[in-house]
């Protein structure tokens, strides 16, 4: 071929070349991969269209054909695509390390349309970023241990998936906070272990807040976004429970000797078999039982209160001593029990019997007082002599026995519990001696002061507006107090400063301001009050009890908004375009809320809409192009605007403040001079002397200052000299002697600067 260059010129110019074509055979040869298989990396967090790696195929020597590339195969779901022109493999959707980290696909190259292909495998592995928290299968769980369980004893295993791989999923345990030392926990296990003993009696149950975290690094999206700390965590809640073990057996309290007259009544009450076991719950519940002894059943046993009574009537000649063997037995797994031989000697009756010396006894005694106080000593006589004359005293059982005991010989009464006038005021005891002669006591139990006044709550909290009228009751406050007379009345009163705005009915309770209430001097009161009974007893006297009052106070729309000056000067240049700032002028409300809440205005100066103020941030902006010459022509005070200026809060009623602002327009060199005539016309004899007057300029500029001040020169028409001019008055003066034959007329250029 025979190929043209030429130029587009008026006359164009050429150049031919010779171009040789060979047409080379066909071969079907495919373009073959650099490599058989890539490996590439891509982070699950990658965004759509993100670059992962390139693939090329060479073509043979000589081809002509262009290499295309596709994938084939390893990706149903179509989360990669391939440039078939470049082999640039990029994403298409978001990827999921723990739904598939690893994909391998097959990418074909295909030269032109050759129906030969090449192919490669590509092994893309997606890496893991830590966008799984640790999570527990449940947020609380539960656990109850034995108290005997040694230190070092695994006592609950804490278990949290994280999905994530490597340090993103490794999960370290940890124990948030803590109740106490008494445990620890493996990081890496999550078992929790016993430190020390625990016991059930000191405490029965610990709540430990059990912390996952994992080792690695959120997604850097999510680092943008929000900021994350480095690791993600989860937490559990595990409540421990320490189970009391059976670790203790019953022990007797009670006597293995007890009498009983033969001529006693079936039921009657020959002994009280006591005993204790330090155990918690079931462990120390005791029952009691007869195991031998009674083959006859002569008595019988209240397995629950251990009173052992009679069943038949007892024979002195028949049977002069009972040997029971009883057992005290917990309710423990496995049970314990202890054993105790009891005596039981059945004794004689005489023909006397003993006789109390009143049949109704009457005392008092004061509540509270520690066991073992006298209360009254009871005494009988037997007209017996011997053994029938010894007299042994009893309580019969009733209501409130239980809180004394009596000296079996001396007939005298104590307490065996400290007594409460609140539960029981009251009590009446049976007694007798040797089960043959009863007397009642009537014991009246005393109040003591040992009940303090109690408020309905330990925290008040009220709102008043601070235009509260002095007097007025703001909340009334009632304690409550369990004991009598004067122990229980209450009497108020206020400690801690408040500051002379509030008081206190001592009576009533009820809180009463007593001076007028200023929000922006105090917003908030914080006192306690204080209830006490009026008891005057020694040594007990006393008692109080206290409540925390907090009183805030509302704001009242009762301040006006002050601009920090009453007149403001600014200045701004002629020429501006319209909303450009001038100056900002502030005025602060010490109300708070709508009523703290300024909004600015113009009041007056404005007729034109010259102006314009942001009403919120009290920038005050022009709104129409300023002209300093159009202001001073227009206005008697050259080139200055005055402005009344109104903040107002958003209170109601609304209050408001005014404020002045001056604004002086500055001039700009905008107007050039103007001569009073385009053209001067002078005529001169030639024979006027050196240094005449021959004329004057003057020209006129619309500015102001150093604007508008002129200067003028001879710019052409004075080539030789004959004229000068002064250039600040524009005179004009002969400097060489004229001659009308020479020359008879001169123009002269005069400018104005």
């Known amino acids: 071929l025979t190929v043209s260059a030429r130029d587009g010129g008026g006359l164009p110019s050429a150049s031919n070349a010779a171009v040789t074509v060979n047409i080379l055979q066909t071969v079907l040869v495919p373009a073959i991969f650099e490599r058989s298989r890539y490996t590439f990396s891509v982070p699950e967090d990658a965004p759509e269209d993100s670059v992962i790696g390139t693939v090329k195929a060479r073509e043979p020597p000589n081809s002509l054909e262009v290499v295309t590339y596709r994938i084939c195969s390893g990706d149903p779901h179509g989360k990669f695509s391939i440039d078939p022109q470049f082999g640039i493999i990029r994403t298409k959707k978001q990827l999921d390390h723990e739904a598939q980290s690893v994909l391998v696909l097959t990418v074909q190259s295909q030269l032109g349309k050759s129906p030969i292909y090449s192919s490669t495998q590509v092994s893309i592995s997606v890496t893991d970023i830590n966008d799984n928290p640790p999570v527990f299968l449940t947020k609380s769980d539960k656990v109850t241990i034995s108290h005997s369980q040694p230190p070092g004893t695994a006592v609950y295993i804490a278990h949290a998936e994280d999905k994530d791989s490597g340090l993103n999923g490794a999960i370290k345990y940890s124990i948030a906070s803590k109740q106490s030392n008494a445990f620890s926990i493996d990081p890496s296990l999550g078992v929790i272990n016993l430190t020390r003993t625990v016991f ?15 080792g690695g690094s959120p997604p850097l999206t999510s680092l943008l976004a929000i900021n994350l700390t480095e690791r993600r965590l989860d937490s559990l809640a595990v409540k421990i429970v320490i189970l009391d073990i059976n670790d203790n057996s019953p022990s007797f309290m009670s006597s293995p000797l007890s009498y009983v007259m033969e001529d006693v009544e079936v039921g009657f009450l020959v002994h009280h078999i006591t005993a204790k076991d330090p155990d918690e719950g079931r462990n120390g519940q005791v029952t009691y039982h007869i195991l031998s002894g009674n083959e006859n059943k002569v008595f019988v046993l209240d397995k629950i209160t251990g009173l052992l009574t009679t069943a038949q009537l007892l024979d002195h000649e028949v049977q002069e001593c009972y040997s029971l063997i009883v057992m005290a037995l917990d309710d423990g797994s496995p049970a314990l029990s202890a054993t105790q031989v009891l005596n039981i000697i059945v004794l004689d009756v005489n023909d006397d019997t003993p006789v109390f010396l009143k049949q109704l006894y009457k005392t008092a005694v004061h509540e509270n007082q520690d066991p073992g106080a006298f209360v009254i000593k009871v005494e009988a006589v037997d007209r017996d002599a011997g053994l029938n004359s010894l007299l042994q005293y009893e309580i019969l059982p009733g209501a409130g026995y239980e809180k004394f005991k009596m000296n079996s010989d001396s007939g005298e009464l104590i307490t065996a519990a400290s007594l409460d006038r609140e539960a029981q005021e009251v009590f009446s005891i049976k007694g007798s001696p040797s089960r043959s002669s009863t007397a009642q006591l009537c014991l009246t139990v005393l109040d003591e002061n040992d009940h303090s006044p109690l408020f309905a709550k330990t925290q008040y909290e009220i709102s008043v507006t601070e235009d509260l009228e002095e007097g007025t009751a703001i909340l009334d406050l009632s304690a409550s107090d369990e004991d009598n007379g004067l122990n229980g009345e209450v009497m108020y009163s206020l400690i801690d400063d408040t500051y002379g705005a509030f008081a206190i009915d001592s009576v009533t309770g009820s809180i009463v301001s007593t001076k007028a209430l200023d929000r922006e001097t105090k917003s908030q009161y914080t006192f306690r009050a204080v209830a006490s009974d009026c008891s005057t007893h020694f040594p007990r006297s006393t008692t109080v009890t206290f409540c925390g009052v907090t009183v805030l106070i509302q704001d009242v729309n009762d301040n006006v908004p002050k601009f920090e000056q009453s007149y403001y000067k600014a200045s701004i240049w002629e020429g501006q375009s319209p909303k450009t700032d001038i100056i900002q002028v502030f005025a602060t409300d010490l109300d708070s809320g709508l009523n703290g ?10 007729e034109n809409a010259t102006f314009l103020i942001d009403s919120t941030r ?3 902006t022009t709104n129409t192009g300023l002209d300093y010459e159009h202001t001073s022509s227009y206005r008697e005070m050259a080139s200055s605007h005055q402005l009344v ?16 602002v001056l604004i002086t327009v500055l001039d700009v060199n905008d107007n050039p001079p103007v001569f009073g005539s385009p053209e001067y016309h002078v005529h001169v004899k030639e024979s006027v002397p050196i240094g005449s007057h021959i004329t004057e300029v003057s020209a006129k500029d619309c500015d102001a200052g150093t604007n508008a001040e002129i200067t003028y020169a001879i710019i052409s ?10 250039g600040r008055t524009g005179s004009v003066n002969l400097t060489k002697a004229l001659d009308y034959e020479d020359t008879m007329k001169f123009t002269l250029i005069i400018q104005a600067t």
């Open 200 to 214: 059930a009696e000191k405490q029965q149950e610990y709540t430990l807040h059990i912390a996952a975290e994992d």
């Open 597 to 606: 809440e300024t909004e600015y205005s113009i009041l007056s100066g404005n």
């Open 618 to 620: 009290g920038i005050l």
């Open 645 to 660: 200026l109104l903040a107002s809060d958003r209170g109601t009623p609304s209050l408001n403040s005014t404020a002045t």
């Open 717 to 726: 028409g004075n080539d030789r000299g004959h004229f000068c001019l002064d």
